[in-house]
T-cell receptor, first 110, second 114 residues
């Protein structure tokens, strides 16, 4: 099945740094979602985006729905230890099926 | 809060065994899903169901079957487990209609097939 291109695959950062990750697709989506998976748990929805150009925040997290409708971005400001985990992007296609990225693993250097 | 409960966190089975993974949700959601998660591959959809006794194949249904006899319960069955089915299995549910893109996941079952 189709998969989104999510990058980077992993990130090693210092506590306090800002983080950026993105997802791109060859297809247009009408909805983009960002999920986070804590170690040992299932993914949890962070942010949902429904309109091209939309910018939505959830605490220190900000996500954007790209204007071409083929990409989305997630930024985390001033990272803290509990931000570690795997971040997944997902797009809702025209058949109302979710298409997933492979995930970005965030690791915070001690 | 929506709760999706998977019956086992860890499971070890032998090649050729029949394996049942159980999932129950308590929020009366119509839609239920089974994914497998492998490092570097993200989440891949195995099967999903939009209603009781209804099932649809996802992207990787081979070697799996499902059962949905009650609205709250969705079971994944490995008819004859193989080592390449060693993986993390995630169950999820969602409502129908507006908001159906918002999936609620269980904590996962890490299955090892020896």
């Amino acid at each position: 099945g189709q998969q989104l291109n999510q990058s980077p695959q992993s990130m090693f950062i210092q506590e306090g740094e800002d983080v950026s990750m993105n997802c791109t697709s060859s297809s247009i989506f009408n909805t983009w979602l960002w999920y986070k998976q804590d170690p040992g748990e299932g993914p949890v929805l962070l942010i949902a985006l429904y309109k091209a150009g939309e910018l939505t925040s959830n605490g220190r997290l900000t996500a954007q729905f790209g204007t071409t409708r083929k990409d989305s971005f997630l930024n985390i400001s001033a990272s803290i230890p509990s931000d570690v985990g795997i971040y997944f992007c997902a797009g809702l296609d025209s058949n109302y099926q979710l298409i997933w990225g492979a995930g970005t693993k965030l690791i915070i250097k001690p | 809060d929506v709760k999706v409960t998977q019956s086992s966190r860890y499971l070890v089975k032998r090649t050729g065994e029949k394996v049942f993974l159980e999932c129950v949700q308590d929020m009366d959601h119509e839609n239920m899903f089974w994914y497998r998660q492998d490092p570097g591959l993200g989440l891949r959809l195995i099967y999903f169901s939009y209603d009781v006794k209804m099932k649809e194949k996802g992207d990787i249904p081979e070697g799996y079957s499902v059962s949905r006899e009650k609205k709250e319960r969705f079971s994944l069955i490995l008819e004859s487990a193989s080592t390449n089915q060693t993986s993390m299995y995630l169950c999820a549910s969602s409502v129908t209609g507006a908001g159906n893109e918002k999936l609620f996941f269980g904590s996962g079952t890490q299955l090892s097939v020896l």
